[in-house]
């Protein structure tokens, strides 16, 4: 549709604040069809109706795997100790897996870095509750800045006592992309013929591993060992485009897994959220297509068409997150050609408006001069999404959008954390998944900043 074209005549920021009203009207009349609509507090959310895939032992799991990366966090007013660093909302977390477990979900996927070390205790505790064998649990051997086998293995034995398990179902080797990492994390420490052993067994069910890194590697490590699954990130934004983390699509990565039948876990069907809150034209587009769905439905279904996939994982912060994934797999309705046509259509928005692929993943943290950077791309790319991003000095809108970004910056990440207090060290680099230049895009964002501080 033509901004110009519009009967109305709203603009820009007009237009925005009615695809927020439809989406609203959506989430409070839509029922929990296939279209995937938006959810609110008081619809019905359905049971039973969970759709399922099968792994390579022909477990049956649930198509929506709950990921405990983004779990509910207490605020510091609310911590009974300040110096207690564990800030997991426990409570919020076993009322969310008592809500998943009784929608279907019976996936839950975990590591020992997750939320500052917490999320295994956080995922054993509110798992305890329920029979061991009425669930399957995904974790990782993160020993991406403990390589020794001695710091392994301490990692390895700690989750089975965080995890309160005697075995678990999925485990991987977790985030390599290169030969050099490869070697250093898994070969030369002898840790990969400890976890083939270790599936021999059974405290391992299934072994597996997870991608962030060049192509070549990927090919090679799918090639040289028998994979019982592999976990590569997947949506429709990086399907076609070798943009960020890779050389090589998401598409050719699935591709090659089911050439050598190795069964595929998604991580990241959203991005990071940033595919749930798109920049706005995409939203228009989307909205186009059918105006009941959420952006975040169209993401997770694009995940869920693929049939080598047997599990999309979801970080779900809210019970609306958990509720809205769970309408969209309940039951699950795959693309059509056309849909698939319009995602694609949507990703080249998308990378046409240089959106900074940050999924908030916090791997780059700490940030040794304090940074706040996940911060400081969220807030960044939130306001260029949402249209409300102050690029055109001459608009008539600039500089409400001008002070709007500054004050909204302030308030969501701490002057003495923002961009400008980059030096440009460089070593948060190597620990991006995405492959971000971080200090180019401090850089880059210091820059904007400072030009709409000075006045016009």
């Not at 839950?108 to 649990?137: H, M, Q």
């Not at 590697?217 to 090639?223: A, P, S």
Request: contains cysteine; proline residues 5%; hydrophobic residues 35%.
């Amino acid at each position: 549709m033509d901004m110009e074209k519009r009967p109305d005549n709203i603009g820009r920021r007009g237009f925005i604040k009615a695809l927020g009203a439809s989406a609203a009207l959506a989430a409070i009349g839509g029922g929990c069809g296939p279209s995937g609509g938006a959810t609110a507090a008081n619809r019905f959310v359905p049971t039973g109706e969970m759709a399922y895939r099968t792994d390579k032992l022909g477990n049956k799991i649930s198509l929506l795997g709950f990921g405990m990366m983004r779990l509910p966090r207490v605020s510091r007013a609310h911590k009974e100790s300040l110096a207690d660093i564990n800030d997991i909302d426990q409570d919020e977390v076993n009322r969310q897996v008592e809500y998943a477990i009784k929608h279907g979900v019976n996936f839950f996927d975990t590591s020992p870095v997750y939320v500052k070390g917490f999320s295994e205790k956080a995922t054993g505790i509110a798992l305890s509750r329920y029979p061991r064998s009425s669930y399957y649990l995904s974790s990782k051997l993160s020993n991406q800045r403990a390589r020794s086998r001695e710091e392994s293995l301490r990692i390895y034995h700690k989750q089975f006592e965080d995890l309160q398990t005697d075995y678990i179902d999925h485990y991987f080797i977790h985030s390599v992309g290169s030969h050099e990492n490869w070697k250093e994390r898994y070969i030369d420490n002898g840790m990969l013929d400890f976890l083939l052993k270790e599936r021999e067994a059974g405290r391992i069910r299934q072994l597996g591993w997870s991608f962030h890194g060049d192509g070549a590697f990927y090919e090679y490590l799918m090639k040289e060992y028998d994979w019982d699954f592999v976990m590569v990130q997947l949506n429709y934004f990086d399907w076609d485009l070798a943009v960020g983390r890779a050389n090589m699509s998401a598409r050719r990565q699935y591709e090659i897994a089911v050439e050598r039948n190795v069964p595929v876990m998604i991580m990241e069907p959203l991005l990071g959220g940033r595919l749930a809150m798109p920049h706005y034209k995409v939203r228009e587009r989307m909205m186009q297509a059918d105006p009941a769905a959420t952006a975040a439905s169209w993401a997770m279904r694009f995940a869920g068409s693929l049939p080598n996939v047997f599990t999309v994982l979801s970080g779900m912060t809210f019970m609306e997150h958990l509720e809205e994934n769970v309408c969209t797999y309940s039951p699950f309705k795959a693309l059509d050609d056309k849909e698939n046509a319009m995602l694609v259509d949507v990703a080249r928005i998308m990378l046409e408006n240089h959106n900074i692929v940050c999924t908030e993943c916090q791997y780059c943290m700490p940030c040794p001069y304090g940074i706040d950077i996940p911060a400081v791309f969220t807030h960044f790319t939130r306001s260029m999404n949402e249209g409300n991003f102050p690029d055109d000095a001459q608009s008539p809108d600039y500089r409400r959008a001008r002070r709007a970004y500054l004050v909204g910056l302030d308030r969501s990440v701490s002057p003495v954390r923002q961009a400008n207090r980059c030096i440009g060290c460089r070593k948060c680099v190597p620990e991006c998944p995405q492959r971000i230049d971080i200090p180019l895009e401090m850089q880059r964002i210091d820059k904007f900043v400072e030009s709409l501080k000075v006045e016009v």
